[in-house]
């Protein structure tokens, strides 16, 4: 399985990026799909999920109600769309996934994912 995270790029604070996540070998439909994210000296955060069996995404309270993942099959596609961005959202983002199914309480964990992604820069400016 390949993961390609795409989409990064710098914005002005209030701003909307939309990430993709395109990956090949497996489909999405199968995987519960991950996005991840790394500030610059920090270590890397959880920042949501959409799982193989659909039903409601999870996200960190950080991101909710600016942030939404979904997930296009035809295309084999997850994306990130994040709007309201603010400068604490700077980090490079990851897409991750895992074969099948991943039970709520483990959807934050790193280990919990069997594939990742190169990563995409967002900048946000103040």
């Known amino acids: 399985v390949q993961l390609q995270a795409s989409g990064g790029g710098l914005v002005q604070s209030g701003g909307s990026l939309r990430l993709s996540c395109a990956a090949s070998g497996r489909t999405v439909r199968s995987m519960s799909m991950g996005w991840f994210r790394q500030a610059p000296g920090k270590e890397r955060e959880w920042v949501s999920t959409?799982?193989?069996?659909?039903?409601?995404?999870y996200y960190v309270d950080a991101v909710k109600g600016r942030f939404t993942i979904s997930r296009d099959n035809a295309k084999n596609t997850v994306y990130l769309q994040m709007n309201r961005l603010e400068p604490e959202d700077t980090a490079v983002y990851y897409c991750?996934?895992?074969?099948?199914?991943?039970?709520?309480?483990?959807?934050?964990?790193?280990?919990?994912?069997?594939?990742w992604g190169q990563g995409t820069l967002v900048t946000v400016s103040s």
């Open positions: 959409y799982r193989s069996s659909g039903g409601n995404p």
């Open positions: 991750a996934a895992r074969d099948g199914h991943v039970i709520t309480s483990q959807v934050s964990r790193a280990g919990s994912y069997d594939y």
